[in-house]
C-alpha cells in the first residue's frame, strides 16, 4: 500500500467513541449501500468552508443508502478547539447528518492513510474503495466550486457506472499529528496524483 489507502482496499476496521458517547466500528454501517468515510476536524478553514456542501450530499442520498461518516483525528494539543468536547458542542450546534468520531490516538488517521481534512473516502457496499481525494475544487468557500468530484463519484458507483476519477488529490489543512509542528507531515505522504 502507498501511504494513503489504495483504490479497492478494504476499509480498515476502528473502534472509535462519537458525539454521542457511544463506541462505532464499521459494523454499526454494514447496511450501507455506500459508505464516505472523511477525515475532518471543528477548527480547519476548508472543513467550516465546506461542511454545508457536505451536508448537502450527506442528506441529498441518505435515502439511497449512502451513508457520512467523519473521523477527527486532529491533536487538540495543537489546536484546543480540536478537542472531543468541542466535536460534541459543534455536532449540537450544526446537527450535521453524520456520526462524528474521535480517533484520539490517531491510529485510524495512519490506517486509511488520512492527508488533509477535509479527505473523503468512499466505499461500495462491500467496503472496497472506490474513489478517495476530494469533495470540492474550493472548500474554503463551497459557493465558488467549479468541480464536485465526490458527488460524480457518488452519481456514477448508484448509476453503475464507472468512477470516471477515482484519485483527486484532498485539499485542506494537513492533519495534526501529536507531538509534531503544526504543518508537519509524514515523510511518506505524498500528493495522490
Given at each position: 500500500m502507498s501511504y494513503t489507502l489504495d483504490i479497492g482496499h478494504v476499509a480498515p476496521d476502528f473502534k472509535l467513541k462519537a458525539t454521542d458517547g457511544q463506541l462505532y466500528s464499521l459494523d454499526n454501517?454494514?447496511?450501507?449501500?455506500?459508505?464516505v468515510i472523511f477525515f475532518t476536524c471543528n477548527h480547519c478553514p476548508y472543513v467550516i468552508g465546506s461542511n454545508e456542501n457536505t451536508r448537502k450530499l450527506a442528506e441529498e442520498y441518505k435515502?439511497?443508502?449512502?451513508?457520512?461518516?467523519?473521523?477527527?483525528?486532529n491533536s487538540p494539543n495543537t489546536y484546543e478547539e480540536d478537542s472531543y468536547d468541542h466535536m460534541v458542542t459543534l455536532m449540537e450546534k450544526e446537527k450535521f447528518p453524520w456520526t462524528y468520531l474521535h480517533d484520539e490516538g490517531q491510529k485510524i488517521a495512519e490506517k486509511y492513510g488520512a492527508l488533509k481534512t477535509p479527505h473523503f473516502f468512499f466505499f461500495d457496499e462491500h467496503k472496497k474503495l472506490i474513489y478517495t481525494g476530494r469533495a470540492i475544487d474550493t472548500p474554503r468557500d463551497?459557493?465558488?466550486?467549479?468541480?464536485?468530484?465526490?458527488?460524480?463519484?457518488?452519481?456514477?458507483?448508484?448509476?453503475?457506472?464507472?468512477?470516471?476519477?477515482?484519485?483527486?488529490?484532498?485539499v485542506g489543512c494537513n492533519v495534526k499529528w501529536e507531538g509534531k509542528p503544526p504543518h508537519w507531515m509524514p515523510p511518506e505522504a505524498c500528493d495522490l496524483v
Open positions: 454501517f454494514k447496511d450501507a449501500k455506500g459508505l435515502a439511497q443508502g449512502i451513508t457520512f461518516v467523519a473521523i477527527n483525528s463551497h459557493t465558488q466550486s467549479k468541480t464536485h468530484e465526490l458527488k460524480d463519484a457518488i452519481s456514477q458507483f448508484l448509476d453503475h457506472k464507472q468512477i470516471f476519477k477515482p484519485i483527486t488529490n484532498p
